[in-house]
């Protein structure tokens, strides 16, 4: 491969649900296990459009403060810790297959010496569970996960922390914000990621395209994204 310094990838930063794993419907199905029996049901259609993106805090948040209850306090953080057991049960049960050109991309990102995180708003327990049912096994050297932040994305606290990371694990790289690129899949992970000043590619994989306009770039699949794509993508940034 050969790339000129303006063009050189210091880091690519995966989001995790809905790109690395298809697995937005097991966490909606997880929320039903533990808000149905309370009366607090929520509609799929109204978890794709509020939802998706916020951390299991947030999700919760947003349904008990619509139901008039309180959001906050130890009842939060059981509900949150039975979302988590629950679900870990469907992935156990159901599976989480891995969304096509993930196994791909990063093997080339890998044998590029690119580094790799994620930064997620699920927890780590979650990603655990899906990384041990597929085999995905040790692919991201660092990860930013839901329990490690106080402010959920849309916020860049979880993106901000990632790059703090990378940059202290490749000390002599000097990791710049401008070459990094995040992968996701939803307007606030975007927005999150655009915040901490980094390049964005979007996928369709949740959302339609017009969605994900703050993306520098967006595509339907990442079947066909190598990394002379990606670094083609950061300088100069699309509008």
Not at 112 to 119: F, S
Not at 125 to 132: E, H, M, Q, T
Not at 161 to 174: G, I, M, P, T, V
């Amino acid at each position: 491969m050969t790339m000129t310094p303006d063009h050189r990838l210091h880091a690519v930063i995966f989001d995790f649900d809905g790109i690395v794993a298809d697995t937005e419907k097991l966490h909606y199905l997880a929320f039903e296990r533990v808000l149905a029996p309370k009366g607090l049901s929520i509609t799929w259609e109204d978890y794709v459009a509020q939802c998706i993106g916020f951390d299991d805090r947030d999700v919760l948040r947003y349904r008990l403060g619509g139901a008039g209850e309180e959001p906050d306090g130890p009842t939060l953080q059981e509900l949150v810790d039975r979302k988590a057991l629950a679900f870990i049960e469907l992935v156990q049960e159901q599976g989480a297959p891995i969304y096509p050109g993930v196994w791909n991309l990063v093997r080339r990102l890998h044998e590029a010496e690119v580094p790799l995180c994620v930064c997620s708003g699920a927890l780590r327990s979650d990603i655990d569970a899906v990384l041990r049912a597929t085999g995905f096994g040790h692919s991201f050297e660092t990860m930013v996960t839901a329990e490690e932040v106080r402010r959920s994305k849309p916020d860049p606290e979880s993106y901000l922390l990632a790059l703090e990371r990378l940059r202290e694990k490749h000390a002599d790289r000097d990791i710049q914000p401008e070459r990094v690129i995040a992968i996701e899949d939803t307007p606030t992970g975007i927005a999150a990621a655009r915040g901490a000043g980094l390049s964005v590619l979007g996928v369709t994989n949740t959302h339609p395209r017009e969605a994900l306009h703050q993306a520098q770039w967006v595509v339907e699949s990442l079947e066909a994204i190598g990394v002379d794509g990606l670094a083609r993508h950061l300088t100069p940034p699309c509008a």
